[in-house]
């Protein structure tokens, strides 16, 4: 079982910039393909990106805007947000899966990943 901390959320201005980090611990980080979700007030948790088998994937309402990386000597997952909206703003969770278990067409339903941090508020102030 993994364990997943994420850290780095804070209040920004629009425009500016985060990074987000998601360090797991408990099991070899490269065992999992990786995510993030985000959920705003009354509303659904939604899919914004993911490291799958090696492939990245985005939410279309990120694209050209947010970016993944990881450092498996670090077992830390990153999100890069950048050109931040008011409509960014949200509790941002990561998630893991142990690699080869999740299919493409359900990689972005929140109920399709096992193992959730306790997310981190990031608030996009105008």
């Known amino acids: 079982q993994v364990h997943l901390v994420e850290s780095g959320g804070e209040l920004v201005q629009t425009g500016g910039s985060l990074r987000l980090s998601c360090t797991a611990t408990?099991?070899?980080?490269?065992?999992?393909?990786m995510a993030w979700f985000r959920q705003a007030p009354g509303e659904e948790r939604n899919f914004v990106a993911a490291i799958r088998r090696g492939n990245t994937h985005y939410a279309d309402s990120v694209k050209g805007r947010f970016s993944i990386s990881t450092d498996n000597t670090k077992n830390t997952f990153y999100l890069h947000l950048n050109s931040l909206k008011s409509s960014d703003t949200a509790v941002y969770y990561c998630a893991a899966n142990p690699r080869g278990r999740l299919i493409l067409s359900s990689m972005a339903q929140a109920s399709a990943w096992s193992y959730w941090g306790q997310g981190t508020q990031v608030t996009v102030s105008s």
């Open positions: 408990g099991r070899t980080f490269r065992d999992y393909d």
